[in-house]
């Protein structure tokens, strides 16, 4: 029903399974042909390289709506060193440490008191911040707010406000708001306010019922898709590969809520007979491979902003829900206000200096400044040795951040005599003099308690989760940055940093912060430090996959637009003849099973093309084919001004992609590898739009 990285075939629809226990249905993703599947491809062969978690991989295609395709994935940095590697048959250091070596960890800790003594980061209590805890019954407040859910504790909202979006979640996302409600409910009366009302009593309303779903067969199909998952092993290490060395691999999923998959994590480790299978964490970092589905992978990108309003909403919902079966005590804090320095560039809130860098460059999703000092050290430093843990300067550095502070607007700042480690320090100084932490006050300390999670799925679900909640500005500054470190990696054997050292450096910047309590120096010094780079190692070597939103989000999205779209029929008082047309509608839709329907694309390329076009739509076809015949069609000749001539003799073309505007979605960006009958299937009512890529994609 969804687009993600998902499973094949994917016939999406409606599809949901009656609760006892809890007071909500679960939506888990199912399949409107009647079943649900999640086949698993094992591949046993050793990727190119140990140095990477593998290239990118390309299986032939098969249009048959039960073949699945993998997805490893690694940044083309890394995949471009791991194909280098593999030639010249010399393993990686970087995958072959297990652990950081003592240069690694000396440079963490030196990191940490450059820190303390540069920003003034003396309270290592947490007893001055410039931030605050909660107070009671607050934090539950702000929560459910944040989750779209603050009209369950408001009196005058009525009951098909609160169905909606409750409609679509899964039975332990459910359990995860009950209990923020029942948690809000004891505040309340402590203060000896009156209690919101029960949630269970909503679903009891005529209305909320209409919303929820009525076949017992969707039960059946939500249990058919968690055993999918059950029978997925935490790991797969075959013994031709632990005889071989080769990596490990892990099958990443998102068909499956997240917090629906660590219920069945933690049944299946209870069992002996799985204890003795588990692979033990030993530091290296595996091949992760996502069943890819036929309707392509949906990056962030490629959501409208209203889209990923609601993607946010029930991202925090599963993320809370997987903090609670992890038994993981997460405090949020809120950032209080603070005196704005006078300054243009370090120590401004991201969001303002965003905001007036668009003034002179509209489409630039990150800061400019950020921009200039990335890209000077992409050409001057990645080769640099020890870039990032040699410190420059001190009195350059002022001296130059004195410099781009006053002239760098105005462009009379010469980068040439730049220095790339001082420029390298001046980043790091960026990144933890923003007034409040990059990864955010509220989502901090969750992201450090990543570190507690001994499986490295369950890391991944809760990193994946966190990048979702991030601001735009923060969530495309931290990608810019992290794909600037991936660069720095795959240059090793020139600038002798490794994965490790990158980490070890970088995590400091980023989970210490003078305006939220950390616990990153506490206990003994060796396990935090590397706990801490375990999770800034992963967030570099797995951007990509942590950038992309899972399918069974898209599922509960599509979901809540379609009931979104039906609420507004409960307040007509003819409320049976209403009912009765829906029914009869209902008969008038599209079969499912059409083999091969026609669509009208609509073409809306700025000023070069407004037209439509017919396509004929197959059990093969793809976005990818509709964008070649729409090229072929309207933009084949530069004579007519739609393609531009080379000098060699080539055309070339705007960029175009084809959206899915409407129906079930608000605008989706298609990938190219979607198949576009089962798109149609999964939202008949939507329309198929060809426009012109912006400049800048909505996330970078």
């Given at each position: 029903m969804g687009s993600g990285v998902c499973c094949a075939p994917l016939q999406a629809g409606r599809a949901h399974c009656a609760v006892t226990i809890c007071f909500l249905s679960p939506l888990l993703p199912a399949r409107r042909s009647g079943h649900v599947s999640v086949v698993v491809s094992h591949s046993t062969a050793a990727p190119s390289s140990p140095r990477t978690p593998g290239g990118r991989c390309c299986f032939p295609r098969d249009p048959s709506p039960t073949e699945m395709n993998v997805e490893p994935w690694a940044s083309p940095q890394d995949q471009a060193a791991a194909e280098h590697t593999h030639a010249a048959h010399t393993p990686s250091s970087q995958d072959q440490e297990q652990h950081p070596d003592k240069l690694c960890l000396d440079s963490f800790w030196s990191e940490v008191e450059t820190i303390r003594q540069g920003s003034g980061y003396t309270d290592v209590d947490g007893t001055r911040r410039d931030s605050r805890q909660s107070e009671e019954g607050e934090q539950e407040e702000q929560w459910l707010a944040d989750a779209g859910l603050s009209t369950l504790i408001s009196e005058d909202s009525e009951d098909v406000d609160k169905a909606v979006l409750l409609s679509t979640l899964t039975r332990t996302q459910a359990e995860a708001v009950q209990r923020r409600l029942d948690s809000y409910t004891l505040s309340l009366r402590k203060r000896n306010k009156p209690p919101p009302r029960d949630v269970r009593d909503i679903f009891h309303s005529p209305i909320a019922q209409t919303l929820l779903p009525?076949?017992?067969?969707?039960?059946?199909?939500?249990?058919?898709?968690?055993?999918?998952?059950?029978?997925?092993?935490?790991?797969?290490?075959?013994?031709?590969?632990?005889?071989?060395?080769?990596?490990?691999?892990?099958?990443?999923?998102?068909?499956?809520?997240?917090?629906?998959?660590?219920?069945?994590?933690?049944?299946?480790?209870?069992?002996?007979?799985?204890?003795?299978?588990?692979?033990?964490?030993?530091?290296?970092?595996?091949?992760?491979?996502?069943?890819?589905?036929?309707?392509?992978?949906?990056?962030?990108?490629?959501?409208?902003?209203?889209?990923?309003?609601?993607?946010?909403?029930?991202?925090?919902?599963?993320?809370?829900?997987?903090?609670?079966?992890?038994?993981?005590?997460?405090?949020?804090?809120?950032?209080?206000?603070?005196?704005?320095?006078?300054?243009?560039?370090?120590?401004?809130?991201?969001?303002?200096?965003?905001?007036?860098?668009?003034?002179?460059?509209?489409?630039?999703?990150?800061?400019?400044?950020?921009?200039?000092?990335?890209?000077?050290?992409?050409?001057?430093?990645?080769?640099?040795?020890?870039?990032?843990?040699?410190?420059?300067?001190?009195?350059?550095?002022?001296?130059?951040?004195?410099?781009?502070?006053?002239?760098?607007?105005?462009?009379?700042?010469?980068?040439?005599?730049?220095?790339?480690?001082?420029?390298?320090?001046?980043?790091?100084?960026?990144?933890?003099?923003?007034?409040?932490?990059?990864?955010?006050?509220?989502?901090?300390?969750?992201?450090?308690?990543?570190?507690?999670?001994?499986?490295?799925?369950?890391?991944?679900?809760?990193?994946?989760?966190?990048?979702?909640?991030?601001?735009?500005?923060?969530?495309?500054?931290?990608?810019?940055?992290?794909?600037?470190?991936?660069?720095?990696?795959?240059?090793?054997?020139?600038?002798?940093?490794?994965?490790?050292?990158?980490?070890?450096?970088?995590?400091?910047?980023?989970?210490?912060?003078?305006?939220?309590?950390?616990?990153?120096?506490?206990?003994?010094?060796?396990?935090?430090?590397?706990?801490?780079?375990?999770?800034?190692?992963?967030?570099?070597?797995?951007?990509?996959?942590?950038?992309?939103?899972?399918?069974?989000?898209?599922?509960?999205?599509?979901?809540?637009?379609?009931?979104?779209?039906?609420?507004?029929?409960?307040?007509?008082?003819?409320?049976?003849?209403?009912l009765r047309k829906i029914h009869t509608d209902s008969r008038d839709k599209p079969d499912k099973n059409t083999s091969e329907p026609c669509r009208t694309v609509k073409i809306q390329v700025g000023d070069l093309v407004s037209s439509t076009m017919e396509v004929q739509v197959n059990v093969s076809s793809r976005a990818s084919d509709l964008l070649a015949q729409f090229q072929r069609q309207f933009m084949s000749t530069p004579e007519n001004g739609k393609g531009k001539l080379r000098r060699n003799g080539s055309i070339t073309y705007p960029e175009c992609a084809i959206y899915e505007v409407g129906g079930n979605i608000g605008e989706h960006c298609l990938d190219p590898d979607t198949h576009l009958l089962d798109l149609y299937n999964s939202n008949p009512g939507g329309e198929w739009v060809i426009k012109l890529k912006p400049n800048g994609s909505r996330g970078l």
């Open positions: 009525e076949s017992q067969d969707s039960e059946d199909l939500a249990q058919n898709s968690m055993a999918s998952v059950a029978k997925t092993p935490l790991s797969v290490v075959t013994p031709e590969q632990q005889q071989r060395g080769a990596p490990k691999e892990e099958i990443f999923i998102t068909d499956v809520a997240y917090c629906e998959q660590a219920v069945i994590f933690l049944k299946q480790a209870k069992l002996p007979q799985n204890n003795s299978h588990r692979r033990k964490e030993d530091g290296t970092l595996p091949r992760v491979i996502c069943p890819q589905c036929r309707l392509g992978v949906t990056r962030i990108q490629d959501l409208s902003h209203t889209d990923m309003k609601k993607v946010r909403q029930l991202a925090l919902i599963d993320m809370t829900a997987l903090c609670d079966l992890l038994e993981l005590e997460v405090k949020r804090h809120k950032t209080c206000k603070r005196k704005i320095p006078e300054s243009v560039l370090f120590g401004v809130p991201l969001a303002a200096l965003l905001e007036n860098d668009q003034k002179l460059k509209p489409s630039t999703m990150t800061p400019l400044f950020l921009q200039a000092l990335l890209s000077f050290l992409e050409k001057k430093g990645v080769d640099s040795e020890g870039i990032l843990r040699v410190p420059g300067s001190q009195s350059r550095i002022k001296l130059l951040q004195q410099n781009l502070e006053s002239n760098f607007y105005s462009g009379a700042v010469s980068w040439d005599e730049i220095s790339p480690n001082d420029a390298a320090a001046l980043l790091k100084k960026f990144i933890r003099e923003l007034p409040s932490p990059l990864l955010t006050a509220e989502h901090l300390n969750t992201f450090s308690a990543v570190r507690d999670i001994s499986e490295l799925k369950q890391k991944l679900h809760m990193l994946n989760l966190l990048i979702l909640l991030l601001p735009e500005p923060n969530r495309n500054t931290l990608k810019v940055l992290l794909e600037f470190l991936s660069k720095v990696v795959s240059r090793e054997k020139k600038n002798r940093m490794n994965l490790w050292a990158v980490a070890t450096i970088m995590a400091p910047n980023l989970f210490l912060h003078k305006a939220v309590p950390s616990r990153l120096t506490e206990g003994a010094e060796k396990g935090q430090a590397e706990k801490a780079a375990d999770i800034m190692r992963l967030l570099i070597r797995y951007q990509d996959l942590l950038w992309t939103v899972p399918n069974f989000l898209m599922s509960q999205v599509r979901k809540l637009n379609e009931n979104s779209n039906r609420r507004y029929q409960f307040y007509d008082r003819r409320i049976k003849n209403l």
